[in-house]
């Protein structure tokens, strides 16, 4: 049972274009919500997160949204640069800070020239 | 934030042997987790390795198929016993970055391939 859904595995959007990847999660005992980027050979890093007690949160071309009653958040990429191809994961964790993250499968952001 | 240092970074195994990956942090840390990835698959937490007791396991994974070390609180190991097919996966070492900060740092990870 996947807690945390992300049902694109992959988007392909022009470069200077807004890319928009989508996540789902099912389990209402998740407060913190990250996204992480994550190049091949590479081990995933930090991005962006957010707090349950906000539905937004900006830095720079990155803006993540949470909708908590939809159990939904997105994360905004403006403009969309080259470099921003990766597989971007999100993932969540229960309050407390003592467990690990729950990931999504992840979806590869592929930025055309 | 913390440099982590996993080796080996790849291998190839035959079946039926045992492999310990080494994961190294550059400061002092509580927690450590243990991550899988297998091929198209999400990050799944393995166990979470608190410095002087034992590991916490995960629903789906066992002590004896993968034990853990923790000696220090800038070390600890991983070994996949018993290796099949099935475990051939990226093995991801990470570390929180300052109590409660909700943030964890990955190494690099390690590609194992089980023949």
């Known amino acids: 049972d996947q807690q945390v859904k992300q049902n694109s595995p992959s988007l392909s959007v022009q470069e200077g274009r807004i890319s928009i990847l989508n996540c789902d999660y099912t389990n209402s005992m998740f407060d913190y919500f990250l996204w992480y980027k994550k190049y091949p050979a590479e081990g995933p890093t930090f991005l962006i997160s957010?707090?349950?007690?906000?539905d937004k949160n900006e830095d720079g071309r990155f803006t993540v949204f949470l909708n908590k009653s939809a159990k939904h958040l997105s994360l905004h990429i403006v403009p969309s640069q080259p470099g921003d191809s990766a597989v971007y994961f999100c993932a969540a964790r229960r309050g407390g800070g003592a467990d690990g993250l729950t990931f999504g499968k992840g979806t590869h952001l592929i930025i055309q020239p | 934030s913390a440099v982590i240092s996993q080796k080996p970074s790849r291998d190839i195994c035959q079946r039926g042997t045992s492999l310990t990956i080494q994961c190294q942090v550059d400061?002092?840390?509580?927690?450590m987790f243990w991550y899988r990835q297998q091929p198209g698959q999400s990050l799944t937490l393995i166990a979470t390795a608190n410095q002087g007791s034992e590991a916490t396991y995960e629903s789906g994974f066992v002590i004896d198929k993968f034990p853990i070390s923790r000696p220090n609180l800038t070390f600890s190991t991983l070994t996949v016993s018993n290796m099949s097919p099935e475990d051939s996966s990226i093995y991801l070492c990470s570390v929180e970055v300052g109590a409660g900060a909700n943030v964890l740092t990955f190494g690099a990870g390690s590609r194992l391939t089980v023949l």
């Open positions: 957010i707090s349950s007690i906000k």
């Open positions: 400061s002092q840390v509580t927690m």
